[in-house]
């Protein structure tokens, strides 16, 4: 069965843009609660970190100094089927490839700098949230 958590951050195009309110006003009315939630910034370390996956690809490089570059918002969130139904809410990485009415088709700037992220398995979605939040910061 399909979990019902997934982790999302507003990359730091979107934050700087200050769409972040209008980003986490998408998400409620999708109907994803919030269940735990911070401004912070990533520095070239966690960043590549965080990629680490992405670490052979050409792009990696600019990526963590990309997602290092600002603040961002890091969110847990909470809904039936959550990964699955938060990543069609997204859209496509490259926002020319984004359905309407998505969040990347909507505020996306690049493939690179495309607004959101949102966690691609169930099993990254709580790694993902580990990396930012403790117990004590997140609703039971
Ligand atoms: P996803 O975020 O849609 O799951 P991934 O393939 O996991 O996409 O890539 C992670 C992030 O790396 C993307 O969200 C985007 O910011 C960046 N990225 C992906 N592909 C490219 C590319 O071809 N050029 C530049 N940046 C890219």
Redesign the pocket.
């Known amino acids: 069965m399909a979990g019902n958590r997934t982790f999302t951050m507003i ?1 730091p195009d979107a934050f700087e843009a200050g769409n972040s309110g209008a980003i986490l006003k998408m998400i409620e009315e999708a109907g994803f609660k919030i269940v735990a939630m911070k401004a912070t910034r990533l520095t070239p370390e966690m960043a590549g970190k965080f ?1 680490e ?2 670490k052979e ?3 990696y490089k ?2 963590c100094a ?2 290092s570059s600002g603040p961002i918002i890091a969110a847990i969130l909470e809904k039936d089927n959550a990964v699955e139904d938060f ?1 069609k809410l ?1 859209g ?3 926002p020319e490839q984004a359905a309407e009415g998505t969040i990347r088709k909507i505020f996306a700037k ?5 607004a959101v ?2 966690s ?1 398995s169930d099993e990254n979605a709580a790694i993902e949230g580990n990396f930012y939040f403790s117990q004590f910061e997140r609703v039971i």
């Open positions: 990359k990629y996956v992405h690809r050409p792009f600019d990526l990309y997602m990543r997204i496509a990485t490259n690049s493939i690179e700098a495309n992220h949102g691609d």
